[in-house]
């Protein structure tokens, strides 16, 4: 097993059955965006790994069930020009307020800038996993568990429903709308692009909608999810016909090069309220972060 290097733990795979000679040929077919050179770079440096903690340079005969190890690498990654902060740490948790475009956690392109890594480098704790998610697109609170003994009594919390979050988003305002607004529809992945739809049969999804102020033809918005679906608070506002302002996923996704930091999405995990299930105590933790003024 390889140690966490730069903030990023080790990826993991287990060899297939198969009639690769060498575990390169593996590693080349099965991620074939990497070229072969690069992965015999990695291997000549001692950055792949069996899982007895032996390198694995590029002459080692291939092995089905083995498991190796490796890093993830990304050439020319763009900085997100933003910082989190920690507003809250103790032995157990680690509470970040996250800045808008950062990922919490490593996927696709992004691996050193991602709030889970940023976080590992500042503090040098290698076991923080975050207890729940938020898009990368939405600023605010994420909670980080720090033990591993103890990250199944929180992420728990999240499955039965015993956490309070509360967001806040600027989107248009419709004077024809009564608040607040209790939203229920079932959710699923839609053949579009990165969206979620509506689809027939009982509802999965909940959100109370509510107004904190207007003003001309915006307005400031709490929303407070019942449950926790994917992309459930941006889906809901577009199917109001209030869609979060910047959103560009919905109601209808528009490509984008690269991000606008001048337009950020206006979403933000504001509070995050829990009884801690190792501690007992209640906690209660809000950003610091603030939506455009309207």
Do not use: C
């Not at 590992?120 to 996993?129: A, D, Q």
């Not at 939405?138 to 967001?167: D, N």
Request: hydrophobic letters at 40%; glycine letters at 4%.
């Amino acid at each position: 097993m390889l140690p966490t290097r730069d903030g990023v733990g080790p990826s993991v795979i287990t060899l297939p059955a198969g009639d690769w000679l060498l575990v390169i040929d593996f590693l080349m077919e099965r991620f074939n965006a990497i070229p072969r050179d690069e992965w015999q770079n990695r291997m000549q440096k001692g950055l792949v790994a069996d899982e007895n903690g032996d390198a694995v340079y590029p002459d080692r005969p291939y092995q089905a069930n083995l498991k190796i190890f490796y890093y993830r690498s990304l050439e020319n990654e763009r900085p997100i020009p933003f910082d989190e902060n920690i507003l809250f740490q103790d032995e157990y948790l680690i509470i970040a307020d996250k800045p808008h475009f950062l990922p919490v956690m490593p996927a696709g392109n992004y691996l050193q800038e991602t709030l889970l890594v940023r976080l590992k480098r500042k503090t040098g704790i290698e076991t923080l996993v975050p207890m729940h998610r938020i898009d990368r697109e939405t600023a605010g609170l994420v909670v980080f568990v720090i033990k591993p003994e103890t990250r199944g009594a929180y992420q728990s919390l999240f499955l039965s429903r015993s956490v309070e979050k509360s967001y806040q988003a600027i989107a248009p305002y419709r004077p024809d709308l009564v608040f607040p607004i209790i939203f229920k529809n079932r959710l699923r992945e839609s053949s579009n692009f990165m969206q979620m739809e509506a689809a027939e049969g009982e509802s999965n999804s909940e959100t109370v909608i509510d107004v904190i102020e207007h003003k001309s033809d915006l307005a400031k918005y709490r929303l407070n999810p019942v449950s926790g679906k994917k992309h459930q608070l941006r889906a809901h506002m577009a199917a109001l016909g209030i869609p979060i302002l910047n959103d560009l996923i919905y109601p209808a996704h528009r490509a984008a090069d690269q991000d606008d930091f001048d337009k950020p999405l206006q979403l933000l995990a504001q509070r995050i309220s829990f009884k801690d299930p190792v501690t007992g105590q209640q906690r209660s933790f809000e950003t610091q972060r603030l939506l455009l003024k309207l």
